[in-house]
């Protein structure tokens, strides 16, 4: 019972950490058509801008300037880079943010160092929050939760309710009619690439104190936030969300359970002796997303939610 | 009527096709011949063997990124799994396991073309169904997949140790006992060019063809009756067995494969391999291969950078030179040959010295911030000038060479029409 409610949270929280991830991806994937490989440097660089926002001033004013600076780097990068590497086609745009994020790994490792940065959790947040099953639970955590969920509500507010989310929704699926009616196009498609740049800046100033800050941060996040936006069904908002929880809670529920195949499978003959059955489902936990991955691709290519298939 | 039957001969003659596709592999069969003579190091003999690998190994990776159209994240997986099978055959030939014991280690790629594309097989199955960013999707997917699993299965992929073995066991071919590393020459240059001129061959035959083909119009393909799935899946496969001889090379080169060979690590340096030398032409690989191994082992004792000028380089080539430095040595020698060479080599020169003067820049900024961010007081003294972080010297380099560089590139690619 305490695994599962531990499991249960701490999925969850992990799962919103990856929508925040994974819903400025998906934005940036269906408007530009464009994968953003360096999604998850945009993270990183999160974590070591409130850290040294931090170290000047305090975590309060690093939560809201370093998603700012975030953002504005990504809006750079659309103006100056992407932009102009459009004209020839959408490979050469995913080459081109796959060559930013190594650059951005190695700028950090020259700005910041090889090793991790010391990044706290602040003061005023470092107690237990409550104590189940004899087991504290870190408030900073539900504070995750709670940017998490503002953040949630807040970008389908903006999407949804106002005047500005109507013209990001109409440039979404008719980019040349929104432009014959006046609304500058590119201005949009660099504001949704910063939007979506600074969301993910968010997730890494709330993030990399809980998990570690280290130019290795990016290469360890990438790949998953791609296999949410792909499951959840590419554009898709809600997929994300849906495929955010579920790659959560089965990474959380995995690592907790503490059989191996032999145990489960014993019926089939498997036993402690065979290779087959040491594995353990702990072990298995990071490779979860990745058969998710490849399964939802085989048998429904359109992703959770997606409309169309891919 | 008889005029719409007029057929025109655009073949080109026997001579052409010698001087074109046979003669570039003869010259470059005799280089490796004569490159022995010479004598070379230690040093040399492991950056060649080095430069052998990377070569057939970016070619098969153009084979579907440059000749079919498909990106993958996840190439060093054919490569990693066919060197493994590799390795446990050169065990069983140590051993001699059934009919093992009689195989020639020198023959061992072929083993790594069948583990490669065998795997490609498989895995091909489900990722060829489409192309584009699904297929980079779930190739980048499928590598972590396997890069993961890798570490579960220890007698098949040793793990964190790898598996090693020993190549001086089983018969002699040639009269090399791949013993002394001048020996494991032959059998790389062999290889190699094998490897080259078998990859050529492919493009040449109607599945290469067609592999372009579904690559620039993947519905014209089905209008003339074929499937464009079965194209890419059986050009993966191929390209598999081509990615496997290169580990089935490496295996007998280092004579070690670890998980870290099935990794995104070398999955990305190949895409960068290719991609750098020119993926729009079949020798753009090669230049590719050659330029990025000698930069991975030379500039890693110069600079500890190295990964950052890569990156630079790599983003350079996506943004301003999408074909490659292929294209750029075509590019220079259509410009020398065409109507105006003299304009054009002014213009060649001046966007050279802009090039020159940005990358004084880059490297002294690079430098100095690298030897600022390790904190051990060490200073950036390039032929005797002292460049620290605080002389105003080393920003007035970096500032003017930049922004004078940019200036001058940026005159030279002024339009046409502006310039007369």
């Known amino acids: 019972m305490e695994t599962i409610v531990f499991a249960l949270l701490n999925g969850v929280i992990y799962g919103l950490l990856l929508f925040m991830l994974s819903s400025g991806l998906t934005l940036i994937f269906s408007m530009m058509g464009v994968l953003n490989f360096a999604h998850a440097s945009f993270y990183m660089l999160g974590a070591y801008f409130a850290y040294t926002i931090m170290g000047a001033t305090s975590f309060w004013i690093a939560l809201f300037l370093a998603p700012v600076l975030v953002g504005l780097v990504g809006a750079v990068v659309e103006r100056y880079g992407l932009r102009r590497v459009h004209a020839n086609g959408h490979v050469a745009e995913l080459l081109f943010t796959f060559g930013l994020a190594y650059l951005i790994e190695e700028i950090v490792k020259i700005i910041w160092g090889k090793t991790s940065v010391d990044y706290r959790i602040p003061d005023l947040l470092n107690f237990p929050a409550f104590t189940v099953y004899g087991a504290s639970f870190p408030a900073y955590r539900m504070f995750m939760l709670f940017v998490a969920i503002s953040m949630l509500v807040g970008l389908w507010l903006l999407l949804k309710k106002t005047r500005a989310g109507l013209i990001i929704q109409a440039a979404l699926s008719h980019p040349n009619m929104v432009g014959h009616l006046g609304h500058n196009v590119p201005l949009i498609f660099m504001t949704v690439f910063g939007i979506g740049c600074a969301l993910a800046g968010l997730a890494g100033v709330i993030a990399g104190n809980i998990f570690v800050t280290d130019p290795a941060m990016a290469i360890q996040m990438g790949p998953i936030v791609f296999v949410v936006v792909v499951v959840g069904g590419i554009g898709s908002l809600e997929g994300a969300f849906l495929a955010s929880l579920l790659i959560g809670l089965l990474q959380n529920f995995a690592v907790g359970i503490n059989a191996s195949f032999a145990d489960i499978f014993g019926f089939l003959g498997l036993t402690e002796a065979m290779e087959v059955g040491q594995i353990n489902i702990s072990s298995l936990g990071p490779m979860l997303p990745f058969l998710l991955l490849v399964l939802i691709l085989i048998f429904r290519p359109r992703g959770l939610m997606g409309e169309k298939e891919l | ?420």
């Open chain 2, 1 to 420: 009527m008889s005029d719409a039957t007029t057929t025109y001969d655009l073949a080109p003659s026997t001579g052409a096709k010698f001087r074109q596709r046979t003669l570039p592999i003869l010259i470059f069969a005799a280089i490796l011949l004569a490159i022995p003579m010479v004598g070379p190091s230690r040093t040399m003999y492991t950056l060649m063997h080095q430069m052998g690998i990377n070569i057939v190994f970016a070619l098969s990776y153009n084979m579907i990124l440059g000749k079919g159209g498909l990106l993958s994240f996840g190439h060093a997986v054919y490569f990693g799994l066919g060197g493994y099978l590799c390795m446990h055959a050169l065990n069983w030939i140590e051993d001699g396991v059934g009919l093992w014991g009689s195989f020639p280690v020198f023959f061992l790629p072929i083993v790594g073309f069948v583990g490669g594309a065998a795997a490609a097989a498989i895995i091909g199955w489900p990722s060829c169904r489409r192309a584009g960013t699904t297929f980079a999707m779930i190739s980048l997917g499928i590598a972590e997949l396997v890069y993961a699993g890798s570490y579960m299965f220890d007698s098949l992929f040793g793990g964190e140790q790898g598996v090693s073995g020993d190549r001086m066991n089983g018969p002699e071919m040639f009269g090399l006992s791949l013993g002394p590393i001048s020996d494991v020459y032959w059998f790389i240059a062999f290889w190699t060019v094998v490897g080259i001129a078998l990859m050529y061959g492919f493009t040449r035959t109607p599945l290469g063809k067609l592999s372009e083909a579904q690559r620039d119009n993947s519905q014209r393909v089905q209008f003339i009756g074929y499937n464009p799935q079965t194209v890419r899946y059986f050009v993966f496969v191929f390209a598999g067995g081509f990615a496997g001889v290169a580990g089935g090379m490496a295996a007998v080169n280092y004579e070690i494969f670890t998980p870290i060979n099935l990794s995104l690590a070398p999955s990305g340096f190949v895409l960068i391999m290719a991609y750098v030398g020119g993926i729009t032409y079949f020798v753009g690989p090669i230049f590719g291969a050659i330029l990025l191994t000698y930069m991975q082992s030379m500039m890693s004792d110069f600079t500890e950078a190295w990964l950052l000028y890569l990156g630079v380089l790599f983003i350079a080539i996506v943004m301003f030179a999408p074909r490659g430095i292929a294209g750029i040595v075509f590019g220079i020698w259509h410009g020398v040959t065409g109507p105006n060479p003299s304009a054009y080599l002014a213009k060649l020169m001046m966007q050279l010295g802009g090039i020159l003067l940005m990358l004084l820049g880059l490297i002294v900024l690079v430098e100095v911030s690298v030897r600022w961010s390790n904190g051990y007081g060490h200073v950036y003294e390039p032929f005797g000038i002292h460049l620290g972080h605080t002389d105003v010297l080393t920003w007035i380099i970096v500032l003017v060479a930049s922004v004078a560089g940019v200036a001058l590139t940026r005159y030279a690619n002024r339009p046409e029409e502006a310039s007369q």
